[in-house]
């Protein structure tokens, strides 16, 4: 199981920090992905890590967001800086075993284990 945490209202320009807790023993083992949905948009990809590391990201969110894994807390961070309006959405962190190149990574449907979402409000 996947729980997520950290989201709230902030206004542009600010930061906020989610967390995403894991239970299971396997934890290390997983890649790790944060995706967030707008309303009356499609599931995007925002960054992911891998089990043994090399972080990911989509082109908007570069340089404003840092993912990082922390394997002893079973924990998963999407630390975000400088946010704007547009990063308003419901933000899911999602598990998966194996995922080889970008592509797989960037993918929702290759995700398996999800959590149920934090919401991330930026007024402008």
């Known amino acids: 199981q996947l729980q997520a945490s950290g989201g709230g209202q902030v206004q542009a320009g600010n930061s906020l920090r989610l967390s995403c807790v894991a239970s299971?023993?396997?934890?290390?083992?997983?890649?790790m992905g944060w995706f967030r949905q707008a309303p009356g948009k499609e599931r995007e990809f925002v960054a992911a890590?891998?089990?043994?590391?090399?972080?990911y990201y989509t082109d908007t969110v570069t340089g404003r967001f840092t993912i990082s894994r922390d394997n002893g807390k079973k924990t998963v961070y999407l630390q975000m800086h400088s946010l704007k309006p547009e990063d308003t959405a419901v933000y899911y962190c999602?598990?998966?075993?194996?995922?080889?190149?970008?592509?797989?990574?960037?993918?929702?449907?290759?995700?398996?284990?999800w959590g149920r979402g934090t919401l991330v409000t930026v007024s402008s």
């Open positions: 999602a598990a998966e075993w194996g995922l080889n190149y970008y592509g797989e990574l960037r993918d929702p449907r290759k995700y398996d284990y």
């Open positions: 299971g023993r396997t934890f290390s083992n997983y890649d």
């Open positions: 890590i891998k089990s043994v590391g090399g972080s």
